[in-house]
């Protein structure tokens, strides 16, 4: 047996659907009911492949692009506003398919277990990236004068995030290109392979 096809097996918890409906609805029952409701998923991209896997989230995450100071400036105005290290600790998804599939080789939806908190992007486009490529371009590190600037600016961004389950099914119900941050114990992670051949999820 090869490395990957073991490594494939280990990750897998079970690709019985019934299996899988049974875990979910047991673990997730909340994000459940509030996918049913919209009729639409959370997605995240990866490029680790398996098909249905339980992931416990990094509590302490180092970003991808973003500069480390940024990175660091930015979980701490989230903190201030929502409570939590959204960059640090949040897992990153989106209800949208086209936003989703930049991001990795392979496409997951999202099951958070049940007491999850997520932050919204705002409906409007004034997200923290929109300031982010005028005051601070990837890899680069402007002077102090814009960098409070550009925390200032951050600030009114982020006042235009949204926390809890209204301003999510409003995500979902409009297929809306934006990230939501995701904070909980632990998720579960379906390949859309799996999931589009489940009868649960025909709504799809």
């Not at 896997?53 to 302490?60: G, I, L």
């Amino acid at each position: 047996m090869s490395k990957i096809l073991r490594k494939l097996l280990k990750e897998n918890i079970t690709t019985d659907p019934n299996k899988i409906v049974e875990i979910l609805e047991k673990d997730c029952s909340d994000i459940l009911s509030i996918y049913d409701n919209t009729k639409n998923v959370l997605y995240r991209s990866s490029k680790q492949k398996f098909l249905f896997s339980k992931r416990t989230p990094r509590q302490d995450r180092r970003p991808r692009d973003t500069n480390k100071k940024l990175h660091d400036i930015l979980d701490k105005l989230f903190y201030n506003a929502f409570g939590w290290h959204a960059r640090k600790e949040g897992v990153f998804t989106s209800p949208s398919k086209s936003y989703t599939e930049d991001f990795g080789d392979y496409m997951y939806a999202i099951f958070p277990k049940n007491g999850f908190k997520c932050i919204c992007e705002p409906r409007n486009d004034l997200n923290i990236w929109s300031v982010r490529n005028e005051y601070w371009y990837y890899g680069g590190e402007p002077n102090e004068e814009t960098i409070q600037n550009a925390i200032k600016a951050f600030e009114k961004s982020i006042s235009q995030y949204e926390s809890g389950e209204f301003a999510l099914r409003w995500a979902l119900t409009n297929n809306h290109e934006s990230e939501v941050m995701i904070k909980c114990d632990y998720y579960y992670a379906l390949n859309v392979s799996i999931l589009n051949q489940m009868k649960r999820f025909d709504y799809l």
